[in-house]
């Protein structure tokens, strides 16, 4: 038996490299970053913070389904931002999928990120 489960949902983006969109271990969930790409179309159709946003968290959402939890597990999150002027516009989608006890953050700007997104944001949730 495998210590370490890989988790794949259709409804998110397929990896753009050799790595996997989430791995489940010990009761623990760590997602890949995701950025706003639309699982339909292969590409990044947002073009404001908050609509770019608003998809990388609904693809995180359909990642910790496959894994059995949802935002309420998350303890731990990491955003990456390619301008920090966006902040606050962010902040106020990020803000609604975790309306109670939110988790533990970091958030940096970064240089760069794939296929020039504005945003990126990865996850560790705890099962059960």
Known sequence: MSIKQVLHSDLAPAA???????????????????????????KIEATTIEEQTEQVM??????????G???????????????MNDFAAFNSVYGKY?????PARSCVQVAALPMDAKVEVEVIAVQG
């Open 16 to 42: 753009l490299g050799p790595y996997s969109q989430a791995i489940a271990a010990s009761k623990m969930i760590f997602t890949s970053g995701q950025i706003p790409i639309n699982p339909s179309s292969g």
């Open 58 to 67: 609904q693809n995180l959402r359909c990642v910790l389904a496959e894994g």
């Open 69 to 83: 939890v949802s935002f309420d597990h998350v303890i731990k999150t990491t955003c990456f931002l390619a301008d």
């Open 98 to 102: 975790f309306p109670e006890n939110a």
